[in-house]
């Protein structure tokens, strides 16, 4: 445990200089003044979403950025001869990256002047979503060599994760959207505005957890395959 400290203490730092802090910090404060003077007239569902995507886009693309430029860097030489374990280091970028969400969240809340409900979902909800997104965001980076494939080629493969999201425009494609994990993101946040029955909450922490879980399993055979056998 010691050592993924240490990574991510090192890792925050890199984040600030590498600028990423200080946009997670813009876009917070673009969103809090745009929700706080549309307040009146903002349903929960558009909270919801904005708030779905904040931990997407940190989570994804700035997970991408930073794998191409230590790729560019040649760090993972560097990792490969160091004691420091691949969950350590993949560990370390989720929850580095999810600490740089939670502050766009909490100031689009605060913005929109929201009384929440039970703060205890919403931020396992923003926290886990990050971190599965993160690991996938590591997976798709370790396959490509620059950041427009990036953010181009591996989209396309997410699409299907996006689906959920027609809900909150008043659109209902059957039962079977359980089965996207990205639905029990959704139910987690909006949970946190409106009542969340018990069935509906167990399977939202279940199956996001084991997700993220399986996520994770897939960022490492990527780091493996791509990373240390290229």
């Known amino acids: ?85 691949q969950w350590q280091y993949l560990w370390s970028k989720a929850l580095c990256l999810t600490i740089v969400a939670f502050p766009i969240t909490i100031v689009m809340v605060w913005a929109v002047g929201f009384s929440l409900q039970n703060m205890v979902l919403l931020l396992p909800g923003v926290g886990l979503t990050s971190v599965f997104f993160v690991f996938l965001g590591f997976a798709g980076a370790a396959r490509v060599h620059t950041f427009n494939q990036y953010i181009i080629v591996i989209p396309i493969f997410l699409l299907p994760l996006c689906v959920p999201l027609v809900q909150l425009l008043g659109v209902y494609p059957g039962d079977w959207i359980f089965i996207v994990p990205t639905q029990a993101s959704i139910e987690l946040i909006r949970g946190a505005f409106v009542y969340l029955s018990s069935p509906i909450l167990l399977y939202s922490i279940l199956y996001l957890l084991f997700s993220t879980g399986m996520a994770y399993l897939y960022a490492r055979y990527s780091f493996e395959k791509y990373i240390i056998k290229r």
């Open 1 to 85: 445990m010691k050592n993924l400290f240490r990574m991510m203490r090192w890792d925050m730092v890199l984040l600030y200089r590498q600028g990423l802090v200080w946009v997670s910090l813009s876009i917070a404060t673009l969103y809090g003044i745009s929700l706080y003077y549309f307040k009146e007239v903002m349903p929960v569902e558009v909270v919801v979403l904005l708030i779905f995507s904040d931990p997407v886009m940190v989570g994804f693309i700035f997970i991408g950025a930073v794998t191409l430029l230590e790729k560019e860097a040649n760090t993972f030489q560097a990792l490969i001869v160091n004691p420091l374990k």
